[in-house]
């Protein structure tokens, strides 16, 4: 049973543009939710995170959006930039002493010069 | 630069060979954490560390032995393992608790069993 859905295995966007992916939950337990990048060869890159106490979380170029009421969560990326294309997992996690996350299956986001 | 490093970066053993990973951060982390990813999936959880305690087990086959001998170190122990077990193996890292303790990864040791 999958926690935590990313049902686009692939996104292209062009250079400058917006890039928006998204994230679907079942656990009504999760708390805390992140997206990290990721780069062949790579371990993951934490890039941002939001608690559920609240709907929307700025940093940069990134902003993540949660919508409780229909358990789902989306990354947007504006402008795109090349140095974007990567896989991207989504990746939520409950009230614990240590965090347990659950990730998503992955998006590869391909940005187009 | 990750803060977290793992090594060896790359790793190949026989089914019958002991090997050990390892994971070291100087962040002040007191949870950390194995995962393992294989191709074109996500990370899964094997194991949680916290204040240097096994706290979590996801059910992970014996053949893979934790250790955590003090508060920057992890280790992964393996013996004899199998095929199948060839994977991305990822370390991590976080606070213990609170609402913004992100988890931070290693680079990954990729393990080969041959």
């Known amino acids: 049973d999958q926690q935590v859905k990313q049902n686009s295995p692939s996104l292209s966007v062009q250079e400058g543009r917006i890039s928006i992916l998204n994230c679907d939950y079942t656990?009504?337990?999760?708390?805390?939710f992140l997206w990290y990048k990721k780069y062949p060869a790579e371990g993951p890159t934490f890039l941002i995170s939001?608690?559920?106490?609240?709907d929307k979380n700025e940093d940069g170029r990134f902003t993540v959006f949660l919508n409780k009421s229909a358990k789902h969560l989306s990354l947007h990326i504006v402008p795109s930039q090349p140095g974007d294309s990567a896989v991207y997992f989504c990746?939520?996690?409950?009230?614990?002493?240590?965090?347990?996350?659950?990730f998503g299956s992955g998006t590869q986001l391909t940005v187009l010069p | 630069d990750t803060e977290v490093t793992q090594t060896p970066k790359h790793l190949v053993m026989g089914m019958t060979n002991k090997k050990s990973l390892k994971c070291e951060q100087h962040?002040?982390?007191?949870?950390m954490y194995w995962y393992k990813q294989k191709a074109k999936k996500p990370p899964e959880l094997m194991f949680v560390?916290?204040?240097?305690?096994?706290?979590i087990n996801e059910s992970v086959p014996s053949r893979f032995s934790p250790e955590c001998p003090n508060s920057s170190l992890l280790n992964l122990h393996l013996h004899a393992l199998q095929p199948e077990d060839s994977a991305l193996y990822l370390c991590?890292?976080?606070?213990?608790?609170?609402?913004?303790?992100?988890?931070?990864f290693g680079n990954g040791t990729r393990l080969t069993v041959t």
């Open positions: 991590a890292s976080s606070q213990v608790g609170g609402h913004n303790s992100p988890l931070h």
């Open positions: 939001i608690s559920s106490i609240k």
């Open positions: 962040m002040g982390h007191r949870a």
């Open positions: 656990n009504s337990m999760f708390d805390y």
């Open positions: 560390y916290s204040y240097e305690k096994l706290s």
């Open positions: 990746a939520a996690s409950g009230v614990g002493s240590a965090r347990q996350l659950t």
